[in-house]
């Protein structure tokens, strides 16, 4: 992408390339296209790997998740314990690492 990933301008010497404003306008971007893949379609698309690194700018700045490699498929029927831990340590939610299994996806992100 044109403008690299959001790592590059946070952690690697471009932050002042970002505006508090920019900073809000991407995070929100993000979330949109998350809920878009947990809520739309007839399956729920759990990306279990959202970080940074994964988050792709275009030439406006408009966020693109990329990085699909650990992504779940679920039907809105899913309602599984998952017994197995995908993503980054450092970007999984809380209450699903400490108990080390997420339980009942479709109810935490596909309702």
């Not at 999984?92 to 996806?105: C, D, K």
Request: glycine share 10%.
């Amino acid at each position: 992408m044109r403008n690299g990933s959001l790592a590059d301008h946070l952690f690697k010497g471009n932050s002042n390339t970002l505006d508090w404003n920019m900073r809000y306008q991407i995070s929100l971007g993000t979330a949109r296209g998350l809920a878009y893949l947990h809520e739309n379609g007839d399956d729920c698309i759990i990306h279990c790997g959202i970080k940074p690194e994964n988050i792709l700018l275009d030439i406006d700045f408009f966020p693109k998740i990329a990085n699909f490699g650990l992504a779940k498929l679920f039907g809105r029927d899913f309602n599984k314990v998952l017994n197995t831990i995908r993503g980054n340590k450092g970007y999984l939610a809380r209450n699903g690492f400490m108990a080390l299994l997420l339980i009942t996806v479709s109810t935490n992100f596909c309702n």
